[in-house]
């Protein structure tokens, strides 16, 4: 918040529909499996995505789209872990990509990796 002259201004965030994360940790820690209490598998696919609840979509196109599991997902923060072996995992994001853009006209980010 802010004051411009005695005006009172309020800022806040409206999600759109957007995949704002696309990510794909090859080779994660044995920490990181621990931490999110799942089974080490191979790689680590995350998105996040808005509005929140289109989680479910997405989770359900990649476990739909390669041989992949759903480790986490999160309808109220838009939040999905996927697991599997590096190429299943980059097919599922890549999958859930393509349908976001062009079944649902969602505004999406490339995939990225480490």
């Known amino acids: 918040m802010?004051?411009?002259?005695?005006?009172?201004?309020i800022e806040e965030s409206v999600p759109g529909k957007q995949i704002t994360l696309a990510h794909v940790i090859a080779s994660p820690v044995t920490d990181i499996y621990?931490?999110?209490g799942i089974e080490a598998t191979?790689?680590?696919?995350?998105?996040?995505?808005?509005?929140?609840?289109?989680?479910l979509i997405?989770?359900?196109?990649?476990a739909k789209s390669a041989d992949v599991m759903i480790g986490f997902l999160d309808r109220?923060?838009?939040s999905v872990v996927i697991t599997g072996d590096v190429q299943s995992v980059e097919v599922a994001l890549a999958e859930v990509l393509?349908?976001?853009k062009e079944t649902l006209h969602f505004e999406v980010v490339p995939v990225t990796r480490t």
């Open 34 to 36: 621990q931490s999110l």
């Open 98 to 100: 393509r349908a976001f």
């Open 2 to 9: 802010g004051e411009i002259m005695g005006q009172r201004i």
């Open 42 to 55: 191979g790689a680590i696919g995350i998105l996040t995505v808005s509005p929140f609840e289109t989680a």
């Open 58 to 62: 997405a989770a359900d196109t990649a």
């Open 76 to 78: 109220f923060t838009g």
